[in-house]
């Protein structure tokens, strides 16, 4: 079993910055992409960034031009660097880890960021 490993989670005044990191507990090969995603209580979880081995990234609307991803998927490392944080960023940050040729698919158990007015 993986365990995909978060941390950067935290409380922050609107306006401010976070860097969210997330490593997984072994080597995983061939993988598709990591990324982030977003829950708030009963809403679904949303995409926030990925970034594929490829080093094509894609973003949510709400955080394109705010929040960029980075990271080495051979590694199985991918962060997020928020910056411009807004009161509805907050919520439950999760990692994922994905590999497309066997389902494979891995999420962390989530890092809070909540983002005070």
């Known amino acids: 079993q993986v365990q995909l490993v978060e941390s950067g989670g935290g409380l922050v005044q609107a306006g401010g910055s976070l860097r969210l990191s997330c490593v997984a507990s072994?080597?995983?090969?061939?993988?598709?992409?990591m990324g982030w995603y977003r829950q708030v209580p009963g809403s679904q979880r949303d995409l926030v960034a990925v970034?594929?081995?490829?080093?094509?990234?894609n973003y949510g609307e709400s955080v394109k031009g705010r929040f960029t991803i980075s990271g080495e998927t051979a590694k199985n490392t991918v962060y997020l660097q928020m910056n411009g944080l807004k009161p509805e960023d907050t919520a439950h940050y999760y990692c994922r880890l994905k590999r497309w040729g066997d389902a494979l698919d891995y999420w962390g158990e989530g890092t809070l960021v909540t983002v005070t007015s």
């Open positions: 072994r080597k995983i090969s061939s993988i598709t992409y």
């Open positions: 970034l594929t081995s490829g080093g094509t990234t």
